[in-house]
């Protein structure tokens, strides 16, 4: 199996996320700036809510992603209100054809004075055990 991790973060919560779960497949996490070049099977995929919905960055990344380079879409992320990106996330992979995993993680993240210190150490190793499934 061959994986990439890519990641968006304004605060540093998906960065740090993005960096477990790439140490735990053995790959580097890398921003959503660098794009996938070479086949993989796995892209594990780190974003979060702003505003309510995933930034216009995420969506022009998965919009510009080549379905011959990407066998599926892992994604993950923090937030401190709302939960899950997935619906909004798969909504764009579906316009370029790449499935998404049904599979996510996700964890509260830090913002102003909610969830002070996440992702925490325990969140850390929960991602890296959520992304040993897949190796």
Same mark, same amino acid.
């Given at each position: 199996m061959?994986?990439?991790v890519r990641?968006?973060?304004?605060t $540093?919560?998906?960065?740090r996320? /993005?960096e477990a779960?790439a140490?735990e497949l053995g790959?580097?996490?890398l921003?959503? #700036? *660098?794009p996938?070049t *070479?086949? %993989?099977d796995w892209?594990?995929l $780190?974003n979060?809510?702003?505003a !309510?919905?995933i @930034?216009?960055e995420?969506? &022009?990344? %998965? #919009?510009?992603?080549?379905k011959?380079k990407? $066998?599926?879409?892992?994604n !993950? $992320? #923090?937030a401190a209100?709302?939960?899950s990106?997935?619906?909004?996330v798969?909504? %764009?992979?579906?316009?370029?054809g790449i499935p998404? @995993? *049904?599979?996510e !993680?996700?964890?509260?993240?830090e !913002?102003?004075?909610f969830?002070?210190?996440?992702?925490? +150490? *325990?969140d850390l190793?929960? &991602? /890296? +055990?959520? &992304?040993?499934?897949?190796?």
């Amino acid at each position: 199996m061959t994986f990439a991790v890519r990641y968006y973060t304004k605060t $540093g919560n998906t960065k740090r996320l /993005a960096e477990a779960i790439a140490k735990e497949l053995g790959v580097q996490a890398l921003p959503i #700036s *660098e794009p996938i070049t *070479e086949h %993989v099977d796995w892209l594990f995929l $780190g974003n979060s809510y702003y505003a !309510f919905t995933i @930034d216009p960055e995420v969506k &022009a990344f %998965v #919009s510009s992603l080549d379905k011959s380079k990407v $066998g599926k879409i892992v994604n !993950f $992320g #923090s937030a401190a209100m709302l939960n899950s990106t997935y619906k909004k996330v798969k909504a %764009v992979a579906d316009k370029v054809g790449i499935p998404m @995993d *049904e599979k996510e !993680f996700h964890c509260k993240g830090e !913002f102003k004075a909610f969830h002070k210190g996440r992702p925490n +150490e *325990e969140d850390l190793r929960a &991602a /890296a +055990e959520f &992304a040993r499934q897949y190796r």
